[in-house]
């Protein structure tokens, strides 16, 4: 059973970088036709498809936060982060990291971690 844990600063400050990253148990991120997303829910709203990297580490990025977003990962270490740039106080929410077949994820699945909750304040 793969495990997703996702890790960073619970506060940022605004117009910085945020980096999270997500260490995976259970599983490569390396192999299989897997995509590793990152999702953010901010409060009182629905989830936000992010980005992905994929097995081969290809990108794939929301078009709106594309210009602001970088996926990368450390094989040797089974993780793969996010930074999001420019940060304001819209980029609060809970951030989380997944597995999916696919990307683009609108609904929660089987295999995501449990969330990090961002906060941006001076």
């Known amino acids: 059973q793969v495990h997703l844990q996702e890790s960073g600063p619970g506060l940022v400050k605004p117009s910085t970088t945020l980096s999270l990253t997500c260490t995976v148990s259970?599983?490569?991120?390396?192999?299989?036709?897997?995509?590793w997303n990152w999702i953010r829910q901010p409060p009182g709203k629905g989830l936000e498809w992010m980005g992905a990297?994929?097995?081969?580490?290809?990108?794939y990025y929301s078009t709106p936060l594309a210009s602001r977003t970088s996926i990368s990962r450390d094989t040797a270490k089974n993780q793969f982060s996010l930074q999001l740039n420019s940060v304001t106080p819209e980029d609060a929410a809970v951030y989380f990291c997944?597995?999916?077949?696919?990307?683009?994820?609108?609904?929660?699945?089987?295999?995501w971690g449990q969330g990090t909750q961002v906060t941006v304040s001076s």
């Open positions: 997944a597995r999916d077949r696919s990307y683009k994820l609108t609904t929660r699945g089987d295999n």
């Open positions: 990297i994929d097995a081969r580490g290809e990108t």
């Open positions: 259970g599983g490569s991120i390396t192999s299989g036709n897997y995509y």
